[in-house]
């Protein structure tokens, strides 16, 4: 019964740092970025539509653009996860005082954070451009 103490306490303690605050950030982040695509992703969807359950109308999209949209997603998905493995990684190799490692995963974490941003931001100026 003991551990279920000390695993409390260690989550507390952990919910004191400042990085775990930064990644659960980032999480949410990504998160939001996500659910606002899909947003607009399901009011293509032509059964949604013909059912009249979604909030707006979008043009309904051909093949290449959905697999345009659904590769997009897939890249958002695994940059996002580089970018929180970058941050990590740069928390790492602080504690362990190796500032070069530390500066190429900072370099490493911006280039992936912002590729992330690039294509959820991509697809939202297309939905937006295209739905209303």
Known sequence: MKWIIDDIK?????????????TMLLIAGFAALAYLIA???????????????TSGYCPT??????????????????????????VQRHFHAKQRHNHREA???????????GSAITIAGAAL???????Y
């Open 103 to 113: 500066a190429k995963a900072t370099k490493w974490g911006f280039l992936w954070g």
């Open 61 to 86: 999209m051909g093949n290449g653009l959905i697999i345009a949209m659904f590769t997009g997603m897939i890249f958002f998905m695994l940059t996002a996860l580089l970018t929180l493995g970058e």
């Open 39 to 53: 947003g607009y992703a399901f009011r293509t969807d032509s059964i949604l539509s013909f059912l009249h359950l």
């Open 10 to 22: 260690r989550g507390w303690a952990q919910l004191q740092r400042w990085q775990t605050w930064l």
């Open 125 to 131: 100026v297309f939905f937006k451009a295209n739905c």
